[in-house]
T-cell receptor, first 111, second 115 residues
Framework: GENVEQHPSTLSVQEGDSAVIKCTYSDSASNYFPWYKQELGKRPQLIIDIRSNVGEKKDQRIAVTLNKTAKHFSLHITETQPEDSAVYFCAANNAGNMLTFGGGTRLMVKP | EAGVAQSPRYKIIEKRQSVAFWCNPISGHATLYWYQQILGQGPKLLIQFQNNGVVDDSQLPKDRFSAERLKGVDSTLKIQPAKLEDSAVYLC?????????????FGPGTRLLVL
C-alpha cells in the first residue's frame, strides 16, 4: 500500500520567514496530494491541494510543488504569521481515493 | 453549506465497554470515511463507504470495530469491546464522489478516552 513520509516533524521559524515541509510517497499511481492544517483540538482543514497534471500551485502565501518522477511534493509558506502555527499534514491518494497521511509537521511561528 | 457533523464530541469509557459514534456527512456527498487519529499522528483510514456500500475496510479491526451506513447518508462506527489503545480522535469525512482527486471534508471528531 501507499506510504507517505513527512519531514521535518517540527519546524520553528521567525515571523516573516518562509517555511517548507516535504513529503515523499511510494505509490506511483497516486494523482492527488492535499495538505491539511490542524489546530489544537480542531478538525483538519484543507489549505491547498495539487493534482498530478500540474507541477506547482499557488494560493496567496501558500504554494505546493510536485515532482512525480521523484515522488515527492512540498508545501511552501511565505511571510509566515503567528496564526500559521499549527500541525500540517500531507496526504496522497490511491485509485479508490483513499488518503494516506504523513506523520505531520508541527510549525511554530515566533513573533 | 453545513459541514460534516459528528456526535458525541467527547466520550470516556472503561475498557471492555462498548461505544458508538455518529456521523452526518455534507448533503449530497456520496462517499463517507472514518479515520482514527492517535495523539501525535496523522489520521489513519478505517473504512470507506460509497452510498451504503463498503468500498474498503482493510484497515478496520473487525474483531472489535464495526460500521454501517444503512441509508447511504448517516453512519455509525461502533467499538465493542474497547481497549486502552483505542483512545484516539475518530474523524468522519465526506466527499462528493469516489473518483480520484476528490476533496475530503472532515468533521470535528469524537475524542475517545478508554480507561
Amino acid at each position: 500500500g501507499e506510504n507517505v513520509e513527512q519531514h521535518p516533524s517540527t519546524l520553528s521559524v521567525q515571523e516573516g520567514d518562509s517555511a517548507v515541509i516535504k513529503c515523499t510517497y511510494s505509490d506511483s499511481a497516486s494523482n492527488y496530494f492535499p495538505w491539511y492544517k490542524q489546530e489544537l483540538g480542531k478538525r483538519p482543514q484543507l489549505i491547498i491541494d495539487i493534482r498530478s497534471n500540474v507541477g506547482e500551485k499557488k494560493d496567496q502565501r501558500i504554494a505546493v510543488t510536485l515532482n512525480k518522477t521523484a515522488k515527492h511534493f512540498s508545501l511552501h509558506i511565505t511571510e509566515t504569521q503567528p496564526e500559521d502555527s499549527a500541525v500540517y499534514f500531507c496526504a496522497a491518494n490511491n485509485a479508490g481515493n483513499m488518503l494516506t497521511f504523513g506523520g505531520g509537521t508541527r510549525l511554530m511561528v515566533k513573533p | 453549506e453545513a459541514g460534516v457533523a459528528q456526535s458525541p464530541r467527547y466520550k470516556i469509557i472503561e475498557k471492555r465497554q462498548s461505544v458508538a459514534f455518529w456521523c452526518n456527512p455534507i448533503s449530497g456527498h456520496a462517499t463517507l470515511y472514518w479515520y482514527q487519529q492517535i495523539l501525535g499522528q496523522g489520521p489513519k483510514l478505517l473504512i470507506q463507504f460509497q452510498n451504503n456500500g463498503v468500498v474498503d475496510d482493510s484497515q478496520l479491526p473487525k474483531d472489535r470495530f464495526s460500521a454501517e451506513r444503512l441509508k447511504g447518508v448517516d453512519s455509525t462506527l461502533k467499538i465493542q469491546p474497547a481497549k486502552l489503545e483505542d483512545s484516539a480522535v475518530y474523524l468522519c469525512a465526506s466527499s462528493f464522489g469516489l473518483a480520484g482527486a476528490e476533496t475530503q471534508y472532515f468533521g470535528p471528531g469524537t475524542r475517545l478516552l478508554v480507561l
